[in-house]
């Protein structure tokens, strides 16, 4: 008897080292010598030789050894549980749970947690009947359902679990600390999971780390390295996984050095990534490749990608995931040319690029505008994905091929590959910019099929889409029937009914916004005032205005443009300079609405001033600020100054003059009869097929009388439209007032000879 304990006693032993070192072959001797000692009824040997199969993967000899189990025990069912949960076959383990003769709290664990990963649904209607049961929950069970409610995005149910965790005293057990963290990252509530990081008594590196993500997720990069920092004063080991995330912050950009060395520098590019870098190398890392490609990641999406190469070219080892990093990282910065030859040196080394390589040299081609060789390592691709398909067509989209991304789009449609939110997105866009409705109501049609069909993303693009159309009824029916809509459907709604002059219309959608409580962002409020203006009224700009200041917006550099625009628009210059001198940013944009604003409104000379403070303060003059300056020259009878600024474009600022800047000076020079400058200009210009720059020419001829450049002005506007009556009236009528009969006489001859005929007046009486 003794002699029989000591011999279950040493296998037991031997098993459990077959176990640990999970050596398959050893446990299938050890089966055999047991079944030959007459063992084959020990419950716990067979337990352990259970334990051994399942953990080697073999769970077919686990369940045949189970089921000639004579008295399995409670271990027995766990052991086969376990291993069924493991491989996962969840519906032979649920089969099993359900055919238990007794179950524990470490059954309805075991369970939750498999399911909870593979299916969160399941995991919870589990924790509801384990509570049924009246079981009560232990931290594994809280640490299950936490990751299935953060799977699932069910906050509402993430919440009475955190509250059935404090019932339970287990709210500050790391584990179910971690879910709760994990939870609330997930689910975009920052402010939940710094509360359920701060009850937490010892916090572990996943702590630190899953605060971190969440951070850095929602965009509080400071506060990301704020926690980074936190870890290094708490004494906690610093892993490769918490390295990582701490890069992924240093890639976001953003706030201030780490102070290992007393630094604050902000201007350095990478200074914190390059200070992780270091502290890489001084925990021994620099061997990991995980960490390095982390680090090759960093230096990339910063564009930083000198130091990527220098990294890169010492790697001891590299992946596949180390040279998608480097092809993506030059797409990033536009260099296709690099992706290609790094795509080039992969394939000598013998690495074989994988799907991703190729989504990321396809999206070098087509951030560089190459979306011709883009396609071709698309077509290259034996399956694409539908990452693959999205990436060539936003490239035909971005570059304005509005066609081949609709042809894209029907082949992608005859091989059976199902769109996506994107895929229709893009699409929609494409319509929307060529006007196509047709295609853009088969695509509605489409997106019943493919997305759900209350999904606000698609519902933005198809009211952007039918308004850019001119369909108004479709895009407020679409809009009328979302449960809830977005900032973004709003904007698209106001900004397409504005686009089809209904700028009444836009505005009182705006007012309903307000109504149910909808915050305006910067694009809400620049819309508005682009209404306001139009409609000339500067009562409701004012308090749009004044719901900007109330809202936060009074500095953003959109809004405050756009407020200018709309003040000088509206008559009020003074309004509008008031605005200008508040904002503390000002663009390009910015000035040139101020300046355009004197323009227009006759004060020339305080346009000219304003002009010159943007060249002192070094802003950088575009072609819209040159129009805004010479118009104002023009209006003010600044000739001299007119010519100088013309002539500053390109010497200058290396801006070459468009017919609109050429129709300025002319008009400048015409209004002080320099005609002799002008036929120099006009010799020289290269727009001589602009209609506008020969009428401003015509009118100044006749206001002045400059019969020959005028004849030559009214020849070249019927050399451009020869059925256009205005030259020849125009022309008859000066001849007229100088006298000059045979030659009027001759013009009304031409116009009946090529059957011109004059438009006929009109009233609006």
Request: net charge negative.
């Amino acid at each position: 008897m003794l002699q029989h304990a000591w011999r279950s006693g040493y296998l037991v032993n031997v098993l459990q080292t077959s176990i640990d070192n999970k050596d398959y072959i050893a446990g299938k001797l050890l089966h055999a010598h047991i079944l030959r000692l007459g063992l084959s009824s020990h419950t716990l040997l067979l337990n352990r030789l259970m334990e051994l199969y399942s953990k080697c993967g073999h769970i077919q000899p686990a369940r045949h050894l189970f089921d000639q189990m004579l008295q399995p025990n409670i271990y027995s069912w766990h052991s086969l549980l376990t291993a069924y949960c493991k491989q996962p076959q969840l519906d032979n383990a649920h089969k099993l749970f359900l055919n238990m003769p007794e179950r524990n709290t470490v059954s309805w664990n075991t369970l939750i947690s498999a399911f909870a990963r593979k299916t969160p649904t399941r995991a919870l209607e589990l924790y509801s009947q384990m509570n049924a049961h009246g079981f009560s929950p232990t931290h594994i069970t809280f640490a299950s359902v936490l990751s299935a409610c953060a799977g699932l995005g069910e906050m509402d149910c993430g919440r009475v679990s955190h509250a059935s965790a404090v019932k339970c005293g287990l709210n500050k057990n790391v584990y179910v600390g971690n879910a709760l963290l994990s939870l609330y990252v997930k689910c975009g509530c920052p402010r939940d999971a710094l509360i359920a990081f701060r009850e937490l008594d010892e916090p572990n590196e996943v702590s630190f780390t899953a605060m971190m993500c969440g951070l850095v997720e929602t965009d509080q990069v400071e506060e990301a390295f704020e926690m980074f920092r936190l870890i290094q004063r708490s004494g906690i080991r610093i892993d490769s996984i918490s390295l990582s995330s701490v890069l992924r912050v240093c890639a976001k950009g953003g706030g201030s050095s780490f102070g290992w060395n007393g630094e604050t520098d902000r201007d350095l590019p990478n200074t914190q990534g390059k200070q992780v870098h270091g502290f890489t190398i001084k925990l021994g890392f620099e061997g990991d490749l995980h960490v390095c490609n982390s680090l090759l990641d960093m230096y990339a999406k910063n564009g930083d990608m000198e130091s990527a190469e220098l990294l890169f070219g010492n790697l001891s080892e590299t992946s596949t995931v180390s040279w998608n990093v480097m092809i993506s990282g030059f797409g990033q910065n536009r260099d296709k040319q690099r992706a290609m030859e790094y795509m080039e040196r992969m394939r000598a080394l013998g690495v074989e690029p994988d799907e991703v390589t190729y989504i990321n040299m396809l999206a070098a081609c087509v951030k560089s505008g190459d979306v011709e060789n883009g396609r071709l390592i698309f077509d290259s691709m034996a399956c694409p994905s539908l990452i693959s398909w999205n990436a060539i067509l936003s490239g035909y989209s971005q570059n304005e091929e509005h066609l081949e991304a609709l042809k894209l789009f029907r082949e992608m449609q005859f091989q059976n590959q199902q769109p996506d939110r994107t895929t229709l997105a893009i699409i929609l866009s494409s319509c929307s910019e060529i006007g196509f409705v047709e295609c853009g109501v088969q695509v509605h049609a489409t997106s019943f099929k493919c997305v759900c069909p209350g999904d606000i993303y698609i519902a933005s693009g198809l009211i952007g889409m039918y308004l850019k159309c001119g369909r108004i009824e479709a895009a407020v029916r679409i809009f009328d029937g979302l449960t809830q809509a977005d900032i973004v459907c709003w904007n698209a709604l106001i900004t397409g009914l504005s686009y089809n002059s209904l700028d009444k219309e836009a505005f009182t959608y705006f007012q309903r916004m307000l109504q149910i409580g909808m915050l305006p962002n910067e694009f809400s409020f620049a819309t508005t005032l682009s209404c306001c203006t139009k409609l000339s009224s500067l009562s409701q700009g004012r308090q749009v205005h004044d719901l900007i200041i109330k809202d936060g917006y009074a500095n953003d550099v959109v809004v405050g443009s756009t407020l200018i625009d709309m003040y000088s628009k509206c008559g009020d210059v003074d309004g509008a300079r008031v605005q200008f001198d508040m904002m503390p940013y000002k663009n390009t944009i910015t000035w040139n609405e101020m300046i355009n604003g004197y323009a227009q409104n006759g004060r020339g000379v305080e346009a000219i001033f304003l002009y010159e403070d943007m060249i002192y303060s070094e802003g950088k003059p575009d072609v819209v600020t040159f129009i805004a300056a010479l118009t104002a020259c023009s209006h003010s009878g600044l000739v001299d100054l007119g010519l100088k600024i013309f002539n500053s474009m390109q010497q200058q600022y290396g801006l070459k003059p468009l017919a609109d800047h050429y129709t300025c000076i002319i008009d400048c020079l015409g209004r002080a009869a320099r005609f002799s400058e002008i036929e120099e200009l006009v010799d020289k210009m290269p727009c001589k097929n602009d209609s506008l720059v020969w009428e401003v020419l015509l009118s100044s001829c006749r206001i002045h009388g400059n019969v020959i450049l005028a004849r030559r002005a009214a020849e070249e506007l019927i050399r451009l439209n020869p059925k256009n009556s205005a030259p020849y009236v125009l022309l008859a009528n000066m001849y007229t007032s100088l006298g000059r009969w045979d030659d009027t006489k001759e013009i009304r001859a031409a116009m009946l000879e090529r059957q011109v005929t004059k438009d006929p007046g009109f009233s609006w009486g």
